[in-house]
């Protein structure tokens, strides 16, 4: 029998990286919050990988946590191998990465969430979901609690709809060997919710004891100086490794001889998989001509024996994985813990969706994460922190918050979804942003913390220590501008030495700094009143000094994105109105309804000419 249970400003259904985010923002802001997790053990789980960051991931938590959120502050906590990828490249593409014990990160985010304040942690399965007429969202769980919220956020992860796949062996689960979600999947259909199907996979964990490291490749020690979280004080410490291993013919034979067993090749599976994370079979497929591929060998945590075979999942029946896995050297006899698998899951278009992660035409209703069509923890987390900041922002009647492409990843991410779209899972990458020279990893600070501050997500004491760093590095740019370097022979010796032209007469030190051969590092013998400084301040000046050209260059192209961007158009604007506009255009336009002419020219299949005719009739209006 039915029963009414509590009344809530924020419920989120789904306590994952983004349910973690949105209910700690929600909460924080001063919403009465609630967030449900089908078993509680699932709270903060990594299913796939226990790593944190990565290639333009690690950009997504720096600004996670420069905004306030909690990623960045876990992953600290919780690894034992961090490493700074990209280190040939430019800064624009350093990004950091850490190995964690995937437990203690669980473990970490639930005593998080269980200490704080305004929020309640219930462990539920939400299997209906509805409109009272008051406006107001009704909630109903299994066991026929009533729950109503001013707004909810849908966080359902993988868990929504969710079904394994492993050879000819298909059933309904979540990850992990959880319960799934399957009536709140056909609650939402009734709501005219465009779900569809998507698919991800994971790949085999297995005991440590049975593997041969003597030939296995290890990993270099990574960088232990950058953490993730801006108010970490102190070094990362490595305390575990990971190995490379590479795969052979005899590999691709098993695969190949065996394909037929794939249910992704067979039919079975009807989801779209993502395109930059295949199954091991669908590598072989799809790179024949590869002799070897290589995959990573890295530990769940310190207190288990447990192996995480990054780049090997599979959706092979369990005695064909354990076959493939022993042709590769250094596993001739692993024992497999668990069996590596696929599932398929609902997830919204995001086309339905706003930038500010709220539904369209059912107000009050915010989706994040893999419920929105990405893949990914920080992505998840992202979208977490951004709805659940717009939907206590909603709740307590304040103005949205939208992030947009030139502020963040996080604004890039966003806008790719609900602008774009996606045919399959979403992956953040660098390469999606025109402006990645300005969003660095290495200034989240500088870009998000202020608005992180006027939000509420950021303290005083954090607020005015970040204030300190920013005059630092504007003090510090002002003594190299300033300083005159005068010509010696040892600083000849070094200019020629470095491959730079030596000088004819002193020099500001900025000039040199710029210079591409040269660094803080080289010409400390010669800069005599250096100050001390914590070395990140020096890294601010060097970057900014090194890529000035080009930065001057992203900022005007920002400012002229902007001048759309502030745009805004009226939600009712009736597009099939509008004389002047391609069919092609009205069509999109009315089904994204772009909340400014900015994200109106990201539309695939609005053109120059259209958003010409929306800006002359715009100024019509007076807007």
Request: charged share 30%; aromatic share 8%.
């Amino acid at each position: 029998m039915e029963y009414f249970a509590n009344k809530y400003d924020v419920a989120v259904i789904g306590a994952g990286h983004a349910g973690i985010e949105a209910a700690l923002a929600a909460a924080r802001l001063g919403a009465s919050t609630v967030v449900f997790a089908i078993n509680l053990d699932s709270i903060g789980n990594m299913p796939c990988n226990p790593s944190i960051g990565g290639t333009s991931k690690g950009h997504l938590v720096r600004e996670i946590d420069a905004l306030g959120g909690e990623m960045g502050k876990a992953a600290d906590k919780t690894q034992i191998q961090t490493r700074m990828l990209n280190l040939g490249k430019g800064p624009a593409v350093h990004s950091l990465r850490a190995q964690i014990d995937r437990r203690e990160y669980a473990k970490y985010m639930k005593h998080v969430l269980e200490l704080q304040e305004g929020l309640d942690v219930k462990q539920a399965e939400i299997v209906d979901i509805s409109r009272n007429d008051d406006g107001e969202w009704r909630l109903k769980t299994r066991l026929e609690a009533i729950y109503t919220a001013k707004c909810v956020i849908l966080a359902t992860g993988t868990f929504l709809g969710g079904r394994i796949y492993i050879g000819e062996v298909s059933y309904e689960s979540g990850p992990d060997g959880m319960f799934p979600a399957t009536e709140l999947a056909e609650s939402l259909k009734k709501l005219n919710i465009p779900l569809r199907r998507f698919k991800t996979g994971t790949p085999s964990r297995v005991n440590r004891r049975s593997v041969d490291f003597s030939v296995l490749e290890k990993q270099e020690d990574g960088d232990t100086d950058t953490t993730f979280s801006f108010e970490t004080e102190g070094r990362n410490e490595n305390k575990s490794f990971c190995y490379i291993a590479y795969t052979n013919d005899d590999t691709k034979k098993v695969i190949l001889d065996n394909l037929d067993r794939s249910p992704m090749y067979s039919g079975k599976i009807e989801g779209v998989g993502p395109r930059y994370c295949p199954s091991f079979e669908d590598k072989i497929v799809r790179f024949p001509e590869k002799l070897r591929h290589q995959f990573f060998i890295e530990p769940c945590g310190l207190d288990t024996e447990e192996l995480y075979l990054q780049g090997m999942s599979s959706s092979l029946p369990e005695e064909v994985q354990l076959k493939f896995l022993r042709t590769v050297k250094g596993l001739e006899n692993v024992e497999v813990m668990r069996t590596a698998y696929a599932i398929e899951y609902d997830c919204v278009d995001p086309l339905a969706l706003k930038p500010t992660l709220e539904f369209l035409d059912l107000e009050g209703l915010y989706g994040a994460g893999q419920f929105n069509g990405s893949s990914g923890y920080e992505e998840a987390a992202a979208q977490g922190l951004v709805a659940g900041i717009n939907a206590a922002r909603k709740v307590k009647g304040e103005s949205e918050f939208i992030l947009d492409r030139a502020s963040s990843y996080i604004g890039t991410l966003i806008d790719d979804l609900v602008t774009k779209g996606c045919m399959d899972p979403y992956r953040m990458m660098t390469s999606r942003s025109e402006y990645r020279l300005l969003l660095r990893q290495d200034n989240a600070d500088a870009r998000l913390t202020p608005s992180g501050y006027e939000i509420g997500l950021i303290d005083e004491e954090r607020y005015h220590k970040f204030l300190n760093k920013q005059q630092l590095i504007k003090d510090e740019m002002k003594r190299v501008e300033e300083t005159t370097i005068h010509i010696s022979d040892e600083l000849q010796t070094l200019l020629v030495s470095r491959g730079t032209s030596p000088l004819d007469k002193g020099i500001k030190l900025a000039e040199l700094i710029k210079r591409p051969q040269l660094s803080y590092e080289n010409l400390t013998p010669f800069d005599t009143e250096r100050p001390d400084l914590p070395k990140e301040i020096f890294e601010q000046v060097e970057i900014e000094l090194k890529y000035d050209g080009y930065i001057r260059r992203q900022q005007a192209q920002i400012k002229e994105m902007r001048r759309l961007e502030v745009k805004i158009i009226p939600d009712d604007l009736d597009y099939m109105q509008l004389d002047g506009l391609r069919l092609e255009a009205r069509e999109k336009l009315s089904k994204i309804r772009p909340h400014s002419v900015g994200q109106a020219s990201r539309i695939s299949g609005v053109s120059p000419a259209d958003i010409s005719v929306l800006l002359i009739y715009l100024s019509k209006m007076g807007i």
